[in-house]
């Protein structure tokens, strides 16, 4: 009998109760600008801020309305400024070359290795041409930042890094997000958090942090902050930072606040179903697992693997096939952009000369999302069935070939 998967590959979780029970309240007494409280209230934005910096060991932290939003903040923070070049990451999504073209500033693209991480030589030999790097830990793949720290450093880079898939992941014990000078989060809905929209900045550099709450469009309310700098931040900042509004509300601070005490239970779930994920996929012929770092604390919200040098009408034969079975698979090789899975050389406000070895990677990497409401034997059954699909293609290819 020929399985079929019928689960949803874009349903998470419901909101914890706990989060509902504090958004109803919210909603009773109609106090949902962060900045609107009664006498002693603490706003559940600012104690969401909070307790973020606390999980992350961050000093400062702002909420904010998307991790689009918290890039492009920090790159203005950080004095980005309209026409400057900024370092990324040639296989990213698109919010991350958009935060660079939203302060007017222009992507210098940093190609990908197999283990789907930013090309470290690739950016050794590009580290002169900017002096902000905004690299993206895509799809929760974390590159050596030992080396990659070294190097920003050693050239006076500063780095932001886009941790929308590493929140609660770390590498060498050093949460994401916590190596360069600002770390940004998202809390949209496939993300680790889920509040429909939202995000997190985070850095210890108390001008930064002060910069970023002026540009979120505090109205000078910043010391209602409790994960704000001091007072003294402000002083230098406070006249010459524009008000960029893109705060968070009390609404989604509280649907949030349980998630994030949670994370790291969650975290460990996403684990369990991506180690079923691999383990199933393990030794496929034709088939590339991308094998994690011991250094890498990952959380497996999404899955992997390379279909290397195959022919483009048989992956997208593996694709159709995995389709009609209930397995959703989205591909990077595609030259039109298709849901989630754009280019560098989609992105065509940006100057992007070819890049040919990230080109083949590209052309060959598999995504697919793993959504908390998988069990462990629905990620049994998936790998299972691209295993089957994968194996036939490839067979009828190495047939074929003889
Ligand atoms: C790699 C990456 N970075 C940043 C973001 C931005 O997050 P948001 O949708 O909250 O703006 C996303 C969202 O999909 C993403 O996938």
Partial sequence: MTEVFKGSFTQQEPIPRAGITAAMAVLQHGRLHRYNTVADEISETALLEQEFAATVGAKYCLAVASGGYAMATALRAVGVKPGDPVL????????????????????????VTQSLTIDLDDLEAKIGQASVLLLSHMRGHICDMDRLMAICDGAGVTVIEDCAHTMGAAWNGVPSGRSGAVGCYSCQTYKHVNSGEGGFLVTDDPEIAARSIMLSGSYMMFERHLAGPPKEAFDKIRYETPNISGRMDNLRAAILRPQVADLATQCARWN?????????????????????????????????????????GDLRDVLARCAARGVELKWFGNAEPVGFTSRYDSWRYAD????????????GIVDMRVPLTFSLEDCALISRIIRSEVSAVYQRQVRAAQ
Avoid: K
């Fill in 272 to 312: 369990e179903r991506y180690g079923a994920l691999e383990q199933g996929l393990r030794d496929t012929p034709g088939l590339t697992v991308i094998e994690r770092p011991e250094q890498e604390t990952i959380v497996g919200s999404s899955i992997q693997f390379l279909l290397l040098d195959w022919d483009a």
């Fill in 352 to 363: 992007a000369p070819a890049m040919p070895a990230t080109d083949r990677l590209l052309a």
């Fill in 88 to 111: 990324s990451n040639a296989f990213t999504l698109a919010p991350v070359p958009g935060a660079i073209a939203a302060v007017g500033a222009r992507p210098i693209f940093v190609g």
